[in-house]
C-alpha cells in the first residue's frame, strides 16, 4: 500500500475582524497561496496546512489562539499580525520550544535577544526607521512628529531614538494611540499644535486615514510617512481619498518584474482565488509561507522522523536555511534570527501608485 504523504500543519493567529482585518486576511492568504501552489506541484510531497484562529487584533485573544494551536500539535507558528500580541506569546513559545515564525510586524520586542524561538523574514522598524529618517534628513525637514500605538513594546520607541540621533535630528511631537479608538480629535489637535514639516506613523491603517482626514481640515501642509504596519490598506484607503504617502516597506514593489518570488506570488494568489489580492501584504505573507515550505522540506528530506515532522527538526531546517526565493534572500543561522534586512522607500500618490 502507497505510504500517505507527510502532513505539516502550521498555526496563525490573525486579525481576521475588526480594525486590521484587511491587514489579517492579506497576510493569510499570502501563507495559503504559498501552500497552495506547493501542494499543486509536488503531490507526492509533504502536505502544508494552516489552521488560522481569528483574535481581533487583542492580545489575550493571540494568546489563547496560540495556546490552543501549540497544544493541537502544529509543527510551528507561521505569520501572526500583531506584533504586540506576538510579544505577549512569546514566553509561553520559548516554554514550549515552538518556533514562531514570519511575524507580520516590524515590533523590536520579539527581536529581543533573549527570545531565541522568534525567526523574521523581514527587516524590524529599526531599519525602517533608519531609512525614513535618512529621506527626512536629505529633504531639510527639521520638525517631526511620531505617531505610534500605546500597547507596543518600549523597544520600538529606543529603535526610533536610536534613529533619530544616527541622523542628527530630534522628536518635536510624540503620540501615543489606542489602535481600536473611534476618535481621534485630541491626537490631531497636538500634531497640528506642533507646527510639524512631517509626520511619522507607526499604527495599523484605520488611525492615519482618520487622522490625515483631520490634518488636511486643520490645514496642514506637511509630509506623511508609514511604517510598513499600515500594509497595503493604507495604500488603498488613500487612494480612495486621493493622498499620497511615503512608506516604509520590507519586500520587493508589487509590480518589480524583476523579482520572481513577485511573479510568483501574483500568480498563486490568482490561483488560490477567494478574492485574494496582491499587495505588500500578502507579499509579505507569501514569502513566510514559502520560507515555512523550504525549511519544512529540507526538514522532511533528512528523513529519521517516519510520516511526521518534529518541531526540533523544523527548526534545525530552519537555522540553516538560506534561499533566495526569487530576488527576496532569506538566510538564518545558528544566532542569525533575522533573516532579511531588506527595506525599501516608496512614494504613494493619490491615485494608490508607486511613483518613487
Not at 238 to 267: D, F, H, W, Y
Request: hydrophobic letters at 40%; a positive charge; aromatic letters at 8%.
Amino acid at each position: 500500500m502507497r505510504a500517505q504523504p507527510m502532513v505539516v500543519k502550521f498555526g496563525q493567529s490573525a486579525s481576521l475582524t475588526g480594525g486590521q482585518a484587511a491587514y489579517g486576511k492579506d497576510v493569510r492568504d499570502g501563507i495559503l497561496a504559498a501552500f497552495n501552489a506547493v501542494n499543486k506541484a509536488d503531490p507526492k510531497g509533504p502536505r502544508f496546512e494552516l489552521v488560522t484562529l481569528d483574535d481581533g487584533g487583542d492580545k489575550e485573544r493571540c494568546k489563547a489562539n496560540v495556546k490552543q494551536l501549540v497544544e493541537s500539535g502544529v509543527t510551528a507558528l507561521v505569520g501572526l499580525t500583531s506584533g504586540a500580541a506576538a510579544e505577549a506569546c512569546l514566553p509561553f513559545v520559548e516554554e514550549q520550544r515552538v518556533v514562531l515564525l514570519g511575524t507580520a510586524s516590524g515590533n523590536m520586542g520579539i527581536r529581543d535577544d533573549k527570545w531565541t524561538m522568534a525567526y523574521h523574514v523581514r527587516s524590524g522598524y529599526d531599519d525602517e526607521y533608519h531609512r525614513m529618517l535618512s529621506y527626512v534628513k536629505s529633504f531639510n525637514m527639521q520638525r517631526l512628529g511620531y505617531v505610534h500605538l500605546k500597547d507596543t513594546s518600549a523597544a520600538n520607541q529606543a529603535a526610533m531614538t536610536k534613529a533619530l540621533k544616527a541622523v542628527g535630528l530630534d522628536m518635536a511631537v510624540s503620540v501615543p494611540l489606542d489602535r481600536n479608538a473611534k476618535n481621534f480629535d485630541a491626537e490631531v489637535r497636538k500634531l497640528l499644535d506642533g507646527r510639524l514639516d512631517c509626520v511619522l506613523f507607526t499604527t495599523n491603517a484605520q488611525p492615519i486615514v482618520d487622522i490625515m482626514s483631520g490634518m488636511v481640515i486643520g490645514g496642514y501642509p506637511g509630509f506623511y510617512f508609514s511604517s510598513s504596519f499600515a500594509g497595503q490598506s493604507l495604500i488603498d484607503a488613500l487612494a480612495n481619498k486621493g493622498r499620497s504617502v511615503i512608506m516604509s516597506q520590507v519586500v520587493p514593489r508589487p509590480g518589480t518584474v524583476s523579482a520572481t518570488v513577485v511573479k510568483r506570488c501574483q500568480e498563486d494568489l490568482v490561483a488560490l482565488g477567494g478574492g485574494a489580492r496582491m499587495g505588500f501584504t500578502s507579499l509579505e505573507g507569501y514569502i513566510a509561507g514559502r520560507v515555512a515550505v523550504e525549511a519544512a522540506k529540507s526538514a522532511a528530506a533528512k528523513g529519521g522522523g517516519g510520516n511526521a515532522l518534529s518541531r526540533a527538526r523544523f527548526q534545525d531546517a530552519l537555522t540553516e536555511l538560506n534561499v533566495d526565493l526569487g530576488g527576496y534572500r532569506v538566510h538564518f543561522g545558528p544566532q542569525k534570527l533575522e533573516g532579511s534586512r531588506f527595506v525599501d522607500v516608496v512614494a504613494i500618490d493619490r491615485t494608490g501608485r508607486i511613483i518613487g
